[in-house]
């Protein structure tokens, strides 16, 4: 079956730019998860959804960084005003269930965002 | 707060040549432990992962045992290839917090024929 999916794969823009990131979860995957990774590093937690709703968006670095998942199954990350230490490779990714312990979570290929 | 600390990379073999990666980590409660690795052009894959003291998590001739005494997961195998090349993760994650990840800040492995 399909594996979680994330467009565009290259984004490019310029600093003050806004930007959308999508991630098509696996399908019927409950939880949905957003990562940063910068070059050279681990990846880092930005925000999490049970569901539509976001149950943890600790991560999120500031009020620039917004996320959606209106109907439980794609999520948006939505970042304004980029700056070019938001260049990264942001990503997705989706568990079953993590209420019934299915939590392993399964990894999109990524977004490399490069801000200019 | 909880963290991992790993080996700091880039780790360079010679091919059959035994592998190490130490990995230690600190957590408030119990948190299941993971490696994931990430090849050359693609996606992060979970390798292996161990959910409780003592348990031994193994894939693809790689294994590692959750050491709570120690707070390590140490990766290990005992013959490399060169399709090993990669960098490796050593992870965490509690239920308490959502089952979000916390990662190392991971080890390149090049491996040499």
């Known amino acids: 079956g399909a594996g979680v999916s994330q467009t565009p794969s290259n984004k490019v823009t310029e600093k003050g730019k806004y930007v959308e990131l999508r991630c098509d979860p696996i399908?019927?995957?409950?939880?949905l998860y957003w990562y940063r990774q910068s070059l050279g590093q681990g990846p880092e937690f930005l925000i999490y959804?049970?569901?539509?709703?976001?149950?943890?968006d600790s991560g999120l670095p500031n009020d620039r960084f917004f996320a959606v998942r209106p109907e439980g199954s794609v999520s948006t990350l939505k970042i304004q005003r980029t700056e070019r230490g938001d260049s990264a490779v942001y990503l997705c990714?989706?568990?079953?269930?993590?209420?019934?312990?299915?939590?392993?979570?399964?990894f999109g290929p990524g977004t490399r965002l490069t801000v200019l | 707060g909880n963290s991992v600390t790993q080996m700091e990379g880039p780790v360079t073999l010679s091919e059959e040549a035994f592998l190490t990666i130490n990995c230690t980590y600190t957590?408030?409660?119990?948190?299941?432990l993971f490696w994931y690795v990430q090849y050359p052009g693609e996606g992060l894959q979970l390798l292996l992962k161990?959910?409780?003291?003592?348990d031994k998590g193994s894939n693809k001739g790689f294994e590692a045992t959750y050491r709570k005494e120690t707070t390590s997961f140490h990766l290990e195998k005992g013959s490399v290839q060169v399709s090993d090349s990669a960098v490796y993760f050593c992870?965490?994650?509690?239920?308490?917090?959502?089952?979000?990840?916390?990662f190392g800040s991971g080890t390149r492995l090049s491996i040499r024929p």
């Open positions: 161990a959910t409780k003291a003592d």
């Open positions: 959804f049970q569901g539509t709703g976001a149950a943890d």
């Open positions: 399908s019927g995957h409950t939880a």
């Open positions: 957590a408030t409660g119990y948190p299941s």
């Open positions: 990714a989706s568990s079953l269930d993590i209420r019934q312990g299915l939590d392993e979570q399964f």
């Open positions: 992870a965490l994650s509690l239920y308490s917090s959502a089952s979000k990840i916390i």
